[in-house]
């Protein structure tokens, strides 16, 4: 029986911390307590150090067909990326082809993480209708495949835009099933016209997105969504959300007593619409649905989080290339065709800490719980992931709170060429990153093994308090 100890560590939870020591064997956490037997195959000093639970990143999007081109990293270079920055767990998005079996698109995406991913991994099923062949795969992928979350799009007319009808009878009908529908907010139909007027004009830059994509078009989309939820008696969860308006109506649906939950990003906590003025085509680096918003919903969206209206923070990570390879590049002459999405899987966590936890924002029991117990616990995944604590998976990070490091396309481990934050330092990273008791990044090395990831089957989604 392979075991390891950590000694001397501080374990953070999003209940609490205490001064400890955590013992694992066989992968799975066996003790945490104060003086444990030093009898271990390696021991690890943590001194100094914050022992947290790895992160749970359930918002990404590796190896994702958009059109004729594909999102750059795959299982592989993604989640060796994510585990550098301390994520042990995705949950990414299975996106059928309109008319395609969802089990048939399960088989595809598991096919493309088997073998390749190197930390554990769960999808989310995307819906674009809801029929009755929807409704018998939905209890099939709920109750014998573990994928129990549903996603589903306001936005994108044409290609994965779900009507109300279908969202509403998503809700009911996955909720039977212990299933939670997620939902991409923004008015798909309103932004259609914008975006044509602005071309209609030749307002073709980059920053035009932003423009055509208004808060107001988020805001009324979640409280439909809500209201669709409220209808249905589901609970709903409204991923990436970004604004200030967006994030009063899930107040205002809360206080109705309806099940929401909510994700925002590290870009809408950290970026704004300023960096949509960068010259020379770099804005559309920044280019993502919904797009980064006037300064003032960044304070917004943190004091969400610290009062808990906000639940998760996960990336949205969808990498295209800028100019190697040049996907960026197609929307030169129209906003509308540059490829939605950006790079962030591997900096989550040190964006949080070094934003949030060391500015007094949030305290480091609820920077856990955002990145890690509130998505395993959404996401049926709890308690075996997101904590550190007996009989849970050991997927653990010791963290470094006072190193700091300069993030940079240069050295990052995502495969794209550029990053949101190119020449930003953060401090608090991770030294030492364990999956299922395995050391797989050792101070900035991976030394881990392809394909040693494995898929998860989730329970119940969307029951947990948060
Ligand atoms: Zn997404």
């Not at 006037?294 to 943190?302: F, G, I, T």
């Amino acid at each position: 029986m392979a075991t390891s100890l950590i000694r001397n560590g501080t374990v953070l939870s999003d209940a609490g911390r205490m001064a400890a020591d955590v013992l694992v064997e066989n992968g799975v956490i066996a003790r945490v307590g104060r003086g444990l037997p030093e009898s271990a195959d390696t021991v690890i000093d943590a001194s100094g150090r914050f022992v947290l639970p790895g992160g749970v990143d359930a918002h990404t999007h590796l190896d994702m067909p958009a059109g004729d081109i594909t999102s750059t990293d795959d299982f592989e270079t993604g989640t060796i990326a994510a585990a550098h920055g301390g994520t042990t767990t995705i949950v990414d998005f299975a996106t059928p082809e309109p008319g395609e079996s969802l089990l048939a698109a399960l088989d595809t995406w598991r096919a493309k993480a088997e073998g390749k991913a190197v930390v554990d991994y769960g999808f989310h099923m995307v819906l674009r209708e809801f029929g009755e062949r929807t409704a018998s795969e939905v209890r099939l992928l709920a109750n014998r495949e573990g994928v129990t979350s549903f996603k589903m799009f306001m936005a994108y007319p044409g290609r994965l835009m779900a009507d109300d009808g279908s969202i509403s009878g998503a809700m009911r009908g996955t909720r039977d099933q212990g299933g939670l529908v997620m939902i991409h907010a923004e008015n798909g139909r309103a932004i259609e016209v914008l975006i044509a007027e602005a071309l209609q004009r030749g307002d073709t830059a980059p920053r035009f997105h932003a423009l055509t994509r208004p808060v107001g078009a988020e805001a009324e989309a979640a409280s439909r969504a809500i209201a669709l939820a409220e209808m249905a008696a589901a609970p709903v969860f409204i991923v990436h959300l970004s604004s200030a308006e967006a994030l009063e109506a899930l107040r205002v649906g809360r206080a109705r007593g309806v099940a929401v939950f909510a994700e925002t990003c590290p870009q809408y906590l950290c970026l704004s619409d300023a960096e949509y003025e960068r010259p020379d085509f770099e804005a559309a680096k920044f280019v993502m649905s919904p797009p980064l918003r006037p300064a003032p919903h960044q304070e917004a969206l943190w004091r969400g989080l610290a009062a808990r209206d906000l639940d998760t923070v996960g990336t949205d990570h969808c990498p295209f290339g800028f100019s190697d390879p040049p996907h960026k590049q197609r929307g030169r002459d129209d906003f509308s065709k540059i490829p939605n999405g950006a790079p962030g899987i591997e900096t989550r966590l040190m964006l949080l800490w070094d934003e949030g936890v060391r500015t007094g924002r949030i305290t480091p029991e609820r920077f856990v719980e955002i990145t890690a117990a509130a998505p395993a616990k959404i996401f049926g995944l709890w308690p075996r992931k997101g904590t550190i604590a007996e009989g849970s998976d050991a997927d653990i990070v010791l963290w470094d709170p006072d190193a700091s490091v300069a993030i940079s396309a240069s050295t990052h481990h995502m495969r794209v060429d550029y990053s949101l934050y190119e020449g930003r330092t953060v401090t608090g990273v991770p030294e030492a990153v364990l999956s299922r008791g395995e050391l797989i990044v050792d101070r900035g090395a991976f030394v881990g093994r392809k394909g040693r990831g494995r898929f998860l089957r989730r329970g119940a989604a969307g029951a947990a308090s948060a």
